[in-house]
């Protein structure tokens, strides 16, 4: 089975920059669509941005204008660029992937954490 590996999460001031790397074990291709989800403390997970094969994306209101989503298919990785980080962007931000029958595919998380 195609596992999910996160990095580049870490700790960064509030107004600074992080790229976000998902590689998956296998080719992103069988994949409907990709996507990162974050999860703050005591917070229910919530998406944060998607992309289709197709390259079509799709963002929360509240990361528009300020996060990127982008893929490499021949890489098997798919990235957020994530600029003008808040302190309310600190949380475990999760890799996702849906296959053509509507399976979900988890990655084990990197932590952002954003201070003020």
């Known amino acids: 089975q195609v596992q999910l590996v996160e990095s580049g999460g870490g700790l960064v001031q509030a107004g600074g920059s992080l790229r976000l790397s998902c590689a998956a074990s296998?080719?992103?291709?069988?994949?409907?669509?990709m996507g990162w989800y974050r999860q703050a403390p005591g917070k229910y997970r919530e998406l944060v941005a998607t992309i289709t094969n197709g390259g079509s994306t799709n963002y929360a209101d509240s990361v528009k204008g300020r996060f990127t989503i982008s893929r490499d298919n021949a890489k098997n990785t798919v990235f957020l660029e994530m600029n003008s980080l808040k302190p309310e962007d600190t949380a475990v931000y999760y890799c996702?992937?849906?296959?053509?029958?509507?399976?979900?595919?988890w990655g084990k998380g990197t932590l952002v954490t954003v201070s003020s």
């Open positions: 296998g080719s992103i291709l069988s994949f409907n669509r």
């Open positions: 996702n992937a849906v296959n053509y029958y509507g399976a979900d595919l």
